[in-house]
């Protein structure tokens, strides 16, 4: 195993990203949103999600920074193709589904997983770019998502290396243990696995809210996790600081450029998703307060996951300063796997949550590293 910066020694850090706030990152996952309302508050989010009007998902398409086409069209994502060439494993990014959309693998050049990959070497480059929830997917489940990202490995042709980011890593971890034939490497970034494997202000929060009140919450939104209506609880964070941290702007950056990363950055935290119920209740209560995953209870597809069943070569990228996800949560995947010990490979970077997908420093530092990880026993296909 090996476990350094992304350069094998210390980074020393600017102020602005010494204050990355635990809580920026924090606010955009729902399970915290909720949290921090308490019941004394549960009356002012009713009168917020049943106000005002609904917004279309489509009006909050934000652009993506890499060229792409969509490869396939499926009812929870739609699957993004960056490739720049036709040979070898394709490399598909599992992103995120968590009140923000999957541009957060994307958001700006040299702040791109995307892009790293691809100026990497990585010719076959694809996200998953999951859907805001319909009142005809409030019934979506696990499973559901696990169905289409088969269909999109299959589309694509196993086996792929299969790349994880925060909620898509454990999504990412548990196909892989569903299907270990189909995933020639892994890399999982600020993913939560074993979440009693170490404490985070996520999992606390979780662990000391009632389930009751993270099922109003669905109740509230017909069926669904509507996250406009949430917005409130974290739009005040988002100040100048906790973007130039996430962002780890340079202290002698240009200020005009400056200025239109952080409008990229609002416009992205703005562009929000909503949740089918039913998945966000599962993740809450199987993941988060009952840790499924890592007591080895968690049935995907109708078959209970075994991680040992998983022996694939696997990188884990993990932020030192990570509030939402704890180092010990991402690393602890080590010990459920089957992979060898000679074959996991583990990145710290002295960043925050947001920072592992668009610091500038973790991108073109610790992304590069790993595009030319995944590049290892590359065989071409024809």
């Known amino acids: 195993m090996k476990n350094g910066t992304s350069d094998g020694g210390p980074v020393q850090e600017s102020g602005a990203r010494q204050r990355a706030t635990g809580l920026q990152a924090l606010f955009d996952w729902p399970l915290a949103a909720a949290a921090v309302v308490g019941q004394a508050n549960l009356r002012l989010l009713d009168e917020w999600m049943s106000s005002g009007r609904r917004t279309d998902p489509d009006d909050t398409l934000l652009a993506w920074t890499t060229a792409n086409e969509v490869a396939l069209e ?11 060439g036709a040979d070898g494993p394709a490399s598909l990014i599992c992103a995120p589904y968590a009140l923000h959309n999957a541009i957060i693998a994307d958001i700006a050049s040299h702040h791109s997983v995307v892009e790293a990959l691809c100026r990497g070497g990585l010719p076959r480059v694809f996200a998953t770019d999951w859907r805001s ?3 005809e997917m409030r019934y ?6 696990l169905s289409d990202l088969n269909v999109a490995v299959d589309q ?6 299969l790349i994880g980011l925060c909620q898509g890593g454990w999504l990412a971890l548990i196909y892989a243990a569903r299907f270990p034939a ?26 000391s809210v009632p389930l009751r009140m993270f099922e109003d919450l669905v109740q ?7 996250a406009e209506r949430m917005r409130p609880f974290w739009a005040n964070l988002t100040s100048g600081d906790s973007i130039a941290a996430a962002l780890q702007h340079p202290d002698d950056l240009e200020p005009l450029l400056r200025q239109e990363l952080d409008a990229r950055f609002r416009q992205w935290d703005a562009a929000t998703v909503d949740l089918p119920g039913a998945f966000y209740l599962q993740i809450v209560q199987w993941l988060f307060k009952e840790n499924r995953i890592a007591r080895g209870r968690f049935v995907a597809l109708g078959q209970a996951i075994d991680l040992t069943r998983f022996r694939a070569p696997i990188l884990l990228l993990a932020g030192s300063h990570d509030e939402v996800v704890a180092v010990e949560q991402l ?3 080590a010990n459920l796997i089957g992979t060898p010990a000679d074959q996991v490979e583990m990145i710290t970077e002295p960043c925050g949550h947001l920072s592992l997908f668009m610091g ?23």
């Open 74 to 84: 499926l009812a929870s994502m739609r699957l993004r193709d960056f490739s720049t």
């Open 331 to 333: 690393f602890a995947t």
């Open 220 to 226: 509230n939104g017909d069926g669904i996790l509507h």
């Open 360 to 382: 500038a420093e973790v991108v073109q530092g610790a992304w590069r590293r790993i595009a030319g990880w995944l590049r290892r026993d590359f065989v071409e296909l024809h």
């Open 140 to 145: 979506f489940t696990i499973d559901s998502y």
């Open 133 to 135: 929830a319909t009142p």
């Open 156 to 161: 694509l042709g196993p086996p792929v290396d």
């Open 182 to 207: 189909k995933v020639r490497r892994m890399v999982l970034a600020g993913a939560p696995i074993d979440i009693a494997a170490a404490s985070s202000h996520l999992s606390c929060f979780t662990a």
